[in-house]
């Protein structure tokens, strides 16, 4: 199967009865069950449906099919084989490349909620019609949809690996330090600020090793491998409440398979064979 997510955008893209058609309603997922399988439903089905809802836009091909957005503010009748899925779950019940396209879908739907007025007059914005953007019919100002770069970075002393418990984790999840780039910094930058701040820690021979997008709402994740220098650690207490050197035999519960933080781990763990 090609099983493939491709990014495009056309404002002006007619809809056709068999394009798949993501349909979000208060943070879930409108999904079909088929057999085993959970899929997104096409235009024609949703259309039987009789859902209303806002703007839909045209964002990329899976598998050769036509992708919209759109999102329903009504409590609507789901049928028999349908179900909303919160999309905090959505990423453990389907395949990766589906993922990236729900996570696209959401993050236009995110930008389409958040510009409806111009940021620099107020006035109502218009969707612009040759690219996915947004114009000000008043002063012309564009806005294009936001994305928030982050870092998130394993680090490492020889055979041990750095995993901290958030706050904010559910269960007693344990996982690699994380932070938003600041405005005027630079990646390398970003990364030992975030472990000095969380953790007490000094880091040297940053390494990049791979991004993913996290598009709830609009993150960029950018990974790094770094090696320890110097300190203790020492929580901030604040977002970080616990954190500790592991080694690959006595790891923490640990994020799940398609989270960016766990297929580092998971270098980590080969890298250490
Ligand atoms: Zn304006």
Same mark, same amino acid.
């Given at each position: 199967?090609?099983?493939?997510?491709?990014?495009?955008?056309?404002?002006?893209?007619?809809?056709?009865?068999?394009?798949?058609?993501? =349909?979000?309603?208060n943070g879930n997922l409108l999904v079909k069950q088929d057999n085993d399988n959970i899929v997104i439903p096409v235009f024609n089905e949703i259309e039987k449906l009789k859902i209303k809802y806002g703007d839909k836009f045209f964002f990329g091909e899976f598998n050769n099919q036509?992708?919209?957005?759109?999102?329903?503010?009504?409590?609507?009748?789901?049928?028999?084989?349908?179900?909303?899925?919160?999309?905090?779950?959505?990423?453990?019940?389907?395949?990766?490349?589906?993922?990236?396209?729900?996570?696209?879908?959401?993050?236009?739907?995110?930008?389409?909620?958040?510009?409806?007025?111009?940021?620099?007059?107020?006035?109502?914005?218009?969707?612009?019609?040759?690219?996915?953007?947004?114009?000000?019919?008043?002063?012309?100002?564009? =806005?294009?949809?936001?994305?928030?770069?982050?870092?998130?970075?394993?680090?490492?002393?020889?055979?041990?690996?750095?995993?901290?418990?958030?706050?904010?984790?559910?269960?007693? =999840?344990?996982?690699?330090?994380?932070?938003?780039?600041?405005?005027?910094?630079?990646?390398?930058?970003?990364?030992?600020?975030?472990?000095?701040?969380?953790?007490?820690?000094?880091?040297?021979?940053?390494?990049?090793?791979?991004?993913?997008?996290?598009?709830?709402?609009?993150?960029?994740?950018?990974?790094?491998?770094?090696?320890?220098?110097?300190?203790?650690?020492?929580?901030?207490?604040?977002?970080?409440?616990?954190?500790?050197?592991?080694?690959?035999?006595?790891?923490?519960?640990?994020?799940?398979?398609?989270?960016?933080?766990?297929?580092?781990?998971?270098?980590?763990?080969?890298?250490?064979?």
């Amino acid at each position: 199967m090609n099983n493939k997510f491709i990014v495009l955008s056309d404002m002006n893209k007619e809809i056709k009865d068999n394009a798949l058609f993501f =349909m979000f309603f208060n943070g879930n997922l409108l999904v079909k069950q088929d057999n085993d399988n959970i899929v997104i439903p096409v235009f024609n089905e949703i259309e039987k449906l009789k859902i209303k809802y806002g703007d839909k836009f045209f964002f990329g091909e899976f598998n050769n099919q036509d992708c919209f957005v759109a999102e329903t503010y009504e409590e609507f009748i789901l049928l028999e084989n349908y179900k909303l899925v919160p999309l905090y779950e959505i990423g453990t019940l389907i395949e990766e490349e589906l993922f990236t396209a729900i996570g696209r879908a959401n993050q236009i739907l995110n930008w389409d909620k958040t510009h409806k007025f111009c940021g620099k007059c107020g006035t109502k914005t218009e969707n612009k019609n040759n690219e996915l953007a947004k114009i000000c019919p008043k002063c012309k100002h564009v =806005m294009y949809p936001v994305i928030c770069p982050a870092i998130i970075v394993a680090v490492t002393r020889g055979e041990e690996i750095l995993l901290a418990h958030n706050k904010g984790f559910k269960n007693n =999840m344990y996982s690699l330090i994380a932070g938003f780039v600041e405005a005027g910094e630079d990646l390398t930058n970003t990364v030992k600020r975030e472990v000095l701040e969380e953790v007490g820690i000094k880091v040297k021979n940053i390494k990049f090793n791979r991004s993913s997008h996290w598009s709830f709402p609009n993150s960029l994740m950018l990974g790094f491998f770094a090696e320890y220098e110097s300190g203790e650690i020492k929580v901030d207490g604040e977002e970080i409440v616990h954190a500790d050197w592991f080694t690959k035999d006595n790891f923490p519960t640990i994020p799940q398979k398609f989270t960016l933080a766990r297929k580092i781990i998971d270098e980590f763990v080969e890298k250490t064979k």
